[in-house]
T-cell receptor
Framework: GENVEQHPSTLSVQEGDSAVIKCTYS??????FPWYKQELGKRPQLIID?????GEKKDQRIAVTLNKTAKHFSLHITETQPEDSAVYFC???????????FGRGTSLIVHP | KAGVTQTPRYLIKTRGQQVTLSCSPI?????VSWYQQTPGQGLQFLFE???????NKGNFPGRFSGRQFSNSRSEMNVSTLELGDSALYLC??????????????FGPGTRLTVT
């Protein structure tokens, strides 16, 4: 089955800094890569996603890049704010199995 | 538009009992997926239902089962509960099958504690 590695597990930054979280996957047939944000005690929410036919996608301060050859994709958050503090999960969906596999999560802490 | 709802929000059961959790998707969404979230294993896919049929199943024992009704509402059942079943159970709805890459909307979850 699919194997998804997410790093780092914890990321501490100062407000205004950039944050980068990386996920690697194993199945070359994977074609959909969403990122979720989960604040403490709340439900996961999709913040950005990318499909395998696109290399980069941006939405205001958030961007995702995909390297299909190397089988990794990254979440980039610029100008971080305290309200960005949360756990971020990457997920990978294979067009073959249709089973989503999640990374273990990254706890992002933004210090004011 | 109302979001995904789950009932109950909290549940305490003892080992050996069974439990049924309920999920009401966003109106118009036909796919409901279930996930187990634990500190040790993270978010793990249980199964997905679409048009009252289980379409995909994760790597969980047969004690975990589910169903979907004609109005897309879904229930998940866990029989013969074990301590390790203690977790946050999340459901997520989507317009169509998850495999087609449509956005999933998560419910607030049901926190199950097995004693």
């Amino acid at each position: 089955g699919e194997n998804v590695e997410q790093h780092p597990s914890t990321l501490s930054v100062q407000e205004g800094d950039s944050a980068v979280i990386k996920c690697t996957y194993s199945d070359s047939a994977s074609n959909y890569f969403p990122w979720y944000k989960q604040e403490l005690g709340k439900r996961p929410q999709l913040i950005i996603d990318i499909r395998s036919n696109v290399g980069e996608k941006k939405d205001q301060r958030i961007a995702v890049t995909l390297n299909k050859t190397a089988k990794h994709f990254s979440l980039h958050i610029t100008e971080t704010q305290p309200e960005d503090s949360a756990v971020y999960f990457c997920a990978v969906l294979s067009g073959g199995s249709y089973i989503p596999t999640f990374g273990r999560g990254t706890s992002l802490i933004v210090h004011p | 538009k109302a979001g995904v709802t789950q009932t109950p929000r909290y549940l305490i059961k003892t080992r050996g009992q069974q439990v049924t959790l309920s999920c009401s998707p966003i109106s118009g969404h036909r796919s409901v997926s279930w996930y187990q979230q634990t500190p040790g294993q993270g978010l793990q896919f249980l199964f997905e239902y679409f048009s009252e049929t289980q379409r995909n199943k994760g790597n969980f024992p047969g004690r975990f089962s589910g169903r979907q009704f004609s109005n897309s509402r879904s229930e998940m059942n866990v029989s013969t509960l074990e301590l390790g079943d203690s977790a946050l159970y999340l459901c997520a709805s989507s317009l169509t099958l998850t495999g087609q890459g449509y956005e999933q909307y998560f419910g607030p979850g049901t926190r199950l504690t097995v004693t």
